[in-house]
């Protein structure tokens, strides 16, 4: 597993935007998809090229393409749905999936109730999108699922990320490749990420 920690100074100042108490849900939803396509051009730094001749206006050249494994997109509903656009504006040929999952009040657990991926997700890199890395696990049940439908290749893209939950994720997923906007102190008694931004489904959505 790799960890990737985003720098980027427009990051680090849409992100103050977000933790922001006072920031709308048409904002958030805004500044989320931003963010979102910053981090997506990190994420797809190591896509394979390949050699294509073409021919410009003025002459023939060769430029490059991408080759090898294609994209597909998972976000974990419903926060993660805040995300799709945003990598969708840098790769809108990906295909894109839903896995839909709760936590159980007793077990604390999580539990699927809606998966529908793309039929080859074999070959492709599958990109999970989920703004909220906390106790790590809903994230690990999700790669859990697209393990079981064949992914070989999975990367996760989160906006805050706890350090419990990335150790958690390391753990039990070594081959998945983390990418974050920020890290953040610690998770709270009752699994929030502090000092966080609230529950991301609620700011997106104007459900608080």
């Not at 040929?93 to 074999?122: F, N, Q, W």
């Given at each position: ?114 998966c529908k991926l793309p039929k080859d997700v074999s070959s492709r890199t599958m990109i999970l999108l989920d703004p909220m890395?906390?106790?790590?696990g809903t994230l690990n049940a999700a790669i859990d699922v697209l393990k079981e439908e064949g ?58």
């Amino acid at each position: 597993m790799s960890l990737t920690v985003l720098d980027h100074p427009l990051i680090k100042h849409k992100m103050t935007i977000l933790r922001r108490k006072e920031t709308s849900s048409m904002e958030f939803r805004q500044i989320v998809t931003e963010i979102s396509t910053l981090m997506g051009y990190e994420v797809t730094r190591d896509l394979e090229l390949k050699d294509i001749e073409i021919e410009t206006p003025l002459e023939k050249m060769v430029g490059k393409e991408i080759s090898g494994k294609k994209i597909g997109i998972v976000p974990i509903l419903r926060a993660g749905i805040g995300m799709v656009d945003g990598l969708l504006t840098i790769v809108p040929s990906a295909r894109v999936g839903h896995i839909g999952m709760y936590r159980d009040p007793e077990t604390l657990k999580p539990v699927t109730y809606y998966c529908k991926l793309p039929k080859d997700v074999s070959s492709r890199t599958m990109i999970l999108l989920d703004p909220m890395l906390a106790t790590g696990g809903t994230l690990n049940a999700a790669i859990d699922v697209l393990k079981e439908e064949g992914a070989t290749s999975i990367k996760t893209v989160n906006l805050l990320a706890a350090p419990e939950g990335i150790k958690a994720v390391e753990e039990r997923h070594p081959d998945v490749d983390i990418y974050v906007a920020e890290v953040d102190r610690a998770l709270n008694d009752h699994g929030y990420i502090l000092p966080g931004l609230g529950d991301a489904g609620d700011r997106l959505f104007g459900t608080k």
